[in-house]
């Protein structure tokens, strides 16, 4: 092998060798090689010259190689890694059985242990809705009683008012008995104030829905005309809807709110109960509850939402309508601070005011005018607070005064009263 050959067989092995670790079988000892002597070269033929061993890989197949071991490499990672993943999503699933069953456990050990619930004070009431209904003042309430006493009481207060009416003086035993009779009324709405939500002063908790719905079923039933199971159901549903309505018209409140507008609203709302209720009556119920004569009058109708307004109803009599209006723009000054000379300034707003009520001003006689029934008052409170609203933005009130006008929750009851 010539010098040139040895060489270039060397320095691909050496290459090679670099790159990959591969090694070259080594070549024969050229000194101990039997070389025979090469003949002599014949004219007009090629000599082949030798160009020495050749490499066993090239670079291409050495990154082939490597490849390969890398692809082998890391598909024996991803199965060891799918393997290890497997054995967790067992075991997670594993523990996730087993703290299943002890929640399960515990929670039947727990309920083996527990105390049972102790029962309900009192008994559940004839119509029952909402979560008044649970009330210990209202389970355990003698509605029996209360409707007896509502009967017994409504109909010497008819009696009183008649006599107011003809001129003549009552009887002093009615009024005696009619004091004893409140007195049994009163000792409910003790019970119930302050635990029944409403905007009403006086009677509002008394006039909830869920105590003037057993008072009438139950003063049915002592008349001998009981509401069937699908009226008491009719009437539970009523008291459901009375229940959300209440709850959104409270959550459409603001600061800026009168208090009159939620008291007039929640008249509407028990109005509306009220009338379901009696709608589905039967002629011969409903002459138990009704009387149309006094009707929704305000401290004399006992089953009426009516009794709701007896702190909140400020009369207004007088014998004309400019007598009215000069009275009105007076109790404003002085109730709710506002200098009268500011007032003279809107008085327009009040003749508006007065204009809306229309045939409501016509004289009456004076018993008449002491008769003030709550379907007038939802007609006499929308007006009023549209005044007063207006008269808050016409004189920008602030402090004080903004403040009483918001806080007043008193209806007006303005009426022309003929003279004797």
């Known amino acids: 092998m010539d010098s040139k050959t040895l060489a270039l067989g060397v320095v691909i092995g050496l290459a090679v060798g670099l790159a990959g670790g591969w090694v070259l079988k080594p070549a024969p000892d050229p000194q101990k090689q039997d070389v025979p002597s090469r003949p002599r070269e014949r004219a007009g033929e090629k000599t082949e010259v030798p160009t020495g061993p050749k490499a066993l890989y090239t670079g291409d197949d050495i990154d082939a190689a490597r490849a390969d071991e890398r692809a082998k490499a890391k598909a024996g990672q991803d199965a060891a890694v799918e393997k290890a993943t497997e054995a967790l999503r067992r075991e997670k699933k594993e523990l996730a059985s087993r703290l299943e069953q002890a929640e399960k456990d515990l929670a039947e050990a727990q309920a083996a242990k527990a105390p049972p619930e102790p029962p309900k004070p009192g008994k559940d009431p004839l119509v029952k809705f909402g979560k008044h209904a649970d009330m210990v003042e209202i389970r355990e309430a003698k509605w029996d009683e209360l409707a007896e006493t509502s009967g017994k009481m409504r109909l ?3 009696k009183l008012m008649k006599a107011h ?28 104030l302050r635990k029944l939500p409403t905007h009403a002063s006086g009677n509002g908790e008394y006039t909830h829905p869920i105590s003037l719905a057993n008072l009438m079923a139950n003063a049915l039933k002592g008349a001998g005309k009981p509401l069937t199971e699908a009226q008491l159901k009719r009437m539970a549903e009523l008291g459901e809807d009375y229940e959300a309505a209440w709850e959104k018209a409270q959550a459409g409140y603001t600061e800026q709110t009168l208090k009159l507008e939620k008291l007039i609203d929640e008249l509407e709302l028990k109005h509306r109960f009220y009338d379901g209720c009696v709608g589905l009556m039967a002629a011969d119920q409903r002459a138990v509850i009704v009387n149309e004569e006094w009707q929704h009058v305000v401290g004399i109708d006992l089953y009426s939402p009516a009794l709701m307004l007896s702190l909140n109803v400020r009369p207004l009599l007088k014998a004309s309508r400019e007598e009215l209006r000069a009275e009105a723009l007076a109790q404003m000054s002085r109730g709710w601070k506002i200098e009268a000379a500011a007032l003279e ?14 045939d409501f001003l016509n004289p009456v006689s004076q018993s008449a005018a002491e008769v003030f029934r709550s379907t007038e008052a939802l007609v006499l409170g929308r007006a009023q607070i549209k ?22 929750d008193d209806v007006v009851y303005p009426r022309v009263v003929q003279a004797k």
């Open 156 to 158: 010497l207060l008819e």
């Open 165 to 192: 009416a003809e001129g003549k003086e009552p009887d002093p035993a009615d009024r005696q008995e009619i004091m004893a009779l409140n007195r049994v009324l009163q000792g409910h709405a003790i019970k119930v």
């Open 345 to 358: 300034g809107q008085a327009f707003l009040v003749d508006n005011w007065l204009t809306e009520l229309g």
């Open 387 to 408: 005044f007063m609203k207006e008269l808050i933005l016409a004189l920008n009130l602030a402090g004080d005064s903004l403040k009483l006008v918001r806080g007043d």
